[in-house]
């Protein structure tokens, strides 16, 4: 007897089971076809897995429905339609059966009668069942649409698929602008959402989670319409209504092909503008989207794009050994960084359109000589052939016009430029010293200038800022002024010592070095006060060239030092002194000079020298000078007679 505390429910058969089980194992589809009712003789059945029919079946029909339960995917429901004409007995048990005809589920149910309408009343019928199952994978959710009738809730659910089907969507409330986490009540382009709201997500770093969700207080989901691979296809289109940034806009999903939803990419577009008419003769005033800064892809560059890119080469390959270009080096950077000279021969001109560039670079020590391919030739600002070698900062840049490569630009395009060579720059302030272009007009005016002067009044050693300046030594004691090493200072740099005070100042080099005269003898250089020395810059010695010290080594100054010596002065003068002494045979003795005069000599004068055995008081004498030399004799003043004894006297002779 049926009361409170009966229980109704529906099983799987053993068989239904075991069919369940294989479909699931050998991934088989397994087909549920028709649903039987009947009245068990009038008793109240207890469902059994044991059955293959019903107790007293008088009823079997194909199904009208048979979906998943759209709350809970593990169970399937299977639903007939029993129309007003058929009846007239009691609903007790409910059977399922499939294609093969096998009994596979069975339900009880609290009695039910169907009446028809010969009994005075009658009505239509719907008997569901609900069968929970451990997967609905493969169990095939058909019915044949010619053999059964269909209730309104049916009509409406297949209305409702279908046009979930479209491509043309409910709006969103609002559209993601960045990647967000899918869960709980946030704030999108500046949106508050609450529980409920549509959202188009569309930025995820993860693209197979974009899509259209249902915003919750937990984990969102996807939209109803939005949440199966055949709702969510190609050209997808909705609107979105509110956000700072996004509102009023329209989308549409562009990715091509069948879509799975959770693992395809999903990419939307805004289209809120439409699409440029592609095929017109003109687009007027197309827009698109900007790329990123960088990008390098296929897509459509904007005026925009093409502002923020500036000036960008199309590649950049440094080189370390001698190359030949090809074609993918035009438009681009090309980079020589060798320690050893190489060769960087351009890519040939033979289909290379007219104006194409290409730069070349040289960022290391080796020297980079930049070659032309076969019969092209390299070619100057102006069309003539010239030969390009860069040293290391140098650059090159080359345009192709016919089958030359012209040099167009660069630091070696510098040699050719006629604004290097003419008067068209502006001369500094004379006395300038700071980093402005000399011109020769500067040069000119300038006249001669030592870089500094510096004055140091004990020993010093000097450094290289003192290289190209006056150093002054003034101290009252002598002192010793050693000259900047040689290695750091450039060949022909010149330094100037200059003594005003008393002590002598005495000028030395640095370690292992030397300072030489004219003829690269070593010698020693000490100032006297007013004196100065100008010294140049040779390898490993300072050179005297110059200065008041210099005249010592000059050849118009030219001496010989010694008993007997000699001076020449710049005029022509000279003067020459020596020793002699009489014989004792004529009291005489000829005198042969060191160094004959060039021209006469003029005067010879002579003192004498003292002798044991001469009388007193006694002059010195001589004869008429040649430009060799004189005869010199000693005479007795008293009697004016030579005296004919051993004497010895000093002359000095004047000539030119």
């Known amino acids: 007897m049926i009361d409170q505390t009966s229980q109704f429910f529906a099983i799987l058969t053993n068989v239904g089971a075991a069919k369940l089980a294989n479909a699931n194992a050998l991934g088989v589809p397994w087909k549920l076809t028709e649903m039987g009712v009947g009245d068990a003789n009038d008793t109240d059945p207890i469902p059994s897995a044991a059955q293959t029919s019903l107790i007293n079946e008088w009823r079997r029909r194909p199904l009208n429905q048979l979906f998943i339960d759209p709350v809970n995917p593990a169970v399937i429901v299977a639903e007939q339609v029993i129309p007003a004409d058929e009846g007239g007995r009691w609903i007790r048990e409910i059977a399922l059966y499939d294609a093969d005809r096998d009994l596979v589920a069975v339900a009880n149910c609290p009695p039910s009668f169907k009446p028809i309408m010969s009994q005075g009343s009658g009505r239509t019928q719907i008997v569901r069942m609900n069968i929970i199952v451990s997967s609905t994978g493969n169990i095939t959710l058909k019915i044949d649409p010619s053999v059964v009738l269909a209730t309104r809730e049916f009509v409406e659910r297949r209305i409702q698929e279908e046009l979930y089907k479209l491509d043309n969507k409910q709006s969103v409330r609002v559209a993601t602008t960045a990647n967000i986490a899918l869960t709980g009540l946030q704030t999108v382009d500046g949106i508050s959402l609450l529980a409920g709201d549509r959202v188009l997500v569309k930025n995820q770093t993860v693209s197979k989670d974009n899509g259209i969700y249902i915003v919750g207080v937990a984990a969102w989901q996807r939209a109803p319409d939005a949440d199966s691979n055949a709702e969510v296809t190609s ?60 990008d390098s892809s296929t897509r459509v560059q904007t005026t925009a794009f093409a502002k923020r890119m500036g000036v960008e080469y199309s590649g950049f390959a440094p080189l370390t050994a001698s190359t030949a270009l090809g074609v993918s080096s035009v438009g681009g950077m090309v980079v020589g960084a ?59 840049e080359f345009v192709k016009v016919s089958n030359t490569w012209r040099l167009r630009g660069g630091s070696v395009a510098l040699k050719y430029a006629a604004v290097l060579s003419g008067p068209n720059w502006t001369s500094p302030a004379q006395f300038a010293s700071d980093k402005s272009f000399a ?53 022909g740099a010149m330094i100037m010592v200059l003594s005003g005070g008393a002590g002598a100042v005495t000028l030395q080099a640095s370690n292992g070095e030397q300072i030489t005269n004219a003829s690269s003898s070593a010698i020693t250089i000490v100032l006297g006060q007013g ?55 004529t009291g005489t003795v000829p005198v042969t000079f060191p160094v004959a005069f060039p021209n006469a000599c003029m005067y010879v004068g002579a003192i004498y020298a003292g002798a044991s055995t001469a009388p007193n008081p006694a002059v010195c004498q ?26 010895g006297y000093n002359w000095l002779a004047i000539g030119y």
């Open 531 to 585: 004196d100065f020395a100008i010294l140049t810059r040779l390898t490993g010695e300072w050179r005297l060239v110059g200065g008041t010290a210099l005249l010592k080594f000059s050849n118009v100054f030219a001496a010989i030092f010694g008993s007997t010596a000699n001076q020449v002065l710049p005029s022509g003068w000279t003067f020459k002194i020596g020793h002699a002494s009489t014989d004792t045979a």
């Open 439 to 491: 011109t020769t007009e500067f040069v000119k005016r300038m006249g001669v200038e030592w870089s500094g002067f510096t004055s140091v009044s004990a020993s010093t050693v000097l450094g290289n800022s003192s290289v190209g300046g006056i150093v002054s030594a003034s101290s009252s004691t002598a002192i010793n002024v050693i000259l900047p090493p040689t290695g750091p200072v450039g060949p």
């Open 235 to 294: 050209a997808m289109i909705l609107s979105v209504e509110q956000g700072a940034t996004l509102a009023d806009t329209r989308w549409q999903l562009v990715t091509d092909g069948a879509i799975v939803l959770g693992t395809t990419a999903l990419t939307f577009q805004n289209i809120t503008q439409g699409f440029a008419p592609i095929n017109s003769p003109a687009l007027i005033n197309p827009t698109a989207n900007t790329p990123p800064q960088f």
């Open 622 to 647: 001589s004869g008429i000078p040649t430009r060799t030399g004189f005869t010199g004799f000693i005479t007795n003043v008293t009697n004016n007679a030579p005296a004919v004894t051993v004497g």
């Open 338 to 396: 060798s320690t050893t000279p190489i060769n960087i021969t351009l890519p040939p001109t033979a289909g290379v359109p007219d104006g194409a560039t290409v730069e070349v670079v040289a960022s290391g020590v080796g020297a980079v000589t930049v070659l032309a391919a076969g019969l092209d030739v390299l070619a100057s600002p102006v069309a003539g052939v010239i030969t390009v070698v860069l040293s290391v900062g140098d650059s090159a």
